[in-house]
């Protein structure tokens, strides 16, 4: 399981980095991109016409399928949960935000412990740094973009000062490295 969050600039690296991941690409992904509560978007739409991997908005209780990016919905919490679904909270916003990158990063690192990997994007505030160590902590593997690329720095500075971090990496070494862990995990199997 792979968990994304972003912020401010977010979507741009998102993009950049979803752009180059092949068709067969099998590995869930999980995407927390900060958005307003009341904003009804296209985003898989636009994300899904750049890409190979099929993407789309995450519905309640649906099955995380590999080969799929699924995308957070505004003003929900999204859930990862122990029988490999995904449910939706109303609680109260973390740091401003519903959804928080904190409470998926929480619930991927309780259910997929080890076998999970954390990618903090650039982003205007904190959100993320205590998924991040939460990921950290129970054995994943945890990516933070470099801060000198990022729009807005403070996101992944956040998750730097917080959490152990595996690889500080600009977007480009990103996704390298994404397709190299599926060629390492799917050549095992």
Excluded at 79 to 88: A, K, M, N, P, V
Excluded at 117 to 130: C, E, R, S, Y
């Amino acid at each position: 399981m792979i968990v994304i969050g972003g912020s401010w600039g977010g979507l741009n690296a998102v993009t950049k980095i979803l752009e180059g991941l092949p068709k067969r690409f099998r590995i869930p992904i999980v995407i927390v991109l900060h958005r307003g509560k009341n904003y009804e978007s296209q985003l898989a739409g636009l994300l899904q016409a750049k890409v190979a991997i099929g993407i789309k908005e995450a519905e309640e209780k649906e099955k995380i399928q590999p080969g799929f990016v699924y995308l957070a919905p505004p003003n929900y919490h999204l859930l990862i949960e122990e029988d490999h679904t995904l449910s939706f909270d109303v609680s109260g916003p973390v740091h401003y935000c519903r959804p928080s990158i904190d409470v998926t990063f929480e619930s991927a690192a309780d259910v997929f412990g080890q076998r999970v990997v954390g990618i903090i994007l650039t982003g205007a505030n904190q959100d993320g740094a205590a998924g991040l160590q939460a990921i950290a902590q129970a054995g994943g593997i945890t990516v933070v973009q470099d801060p000198a690329e990022a729009e807005s720095s403070v996101m992944p500075q956040a998750a730097l000062a917080t959490s152990k971090t595996h690889f500080v990496l600009p977007l480009a070494q990103i996704k390298i490295f994404l397709i190299q862990l599926h060629s390492t995990v799917h050549s095992t199997e």
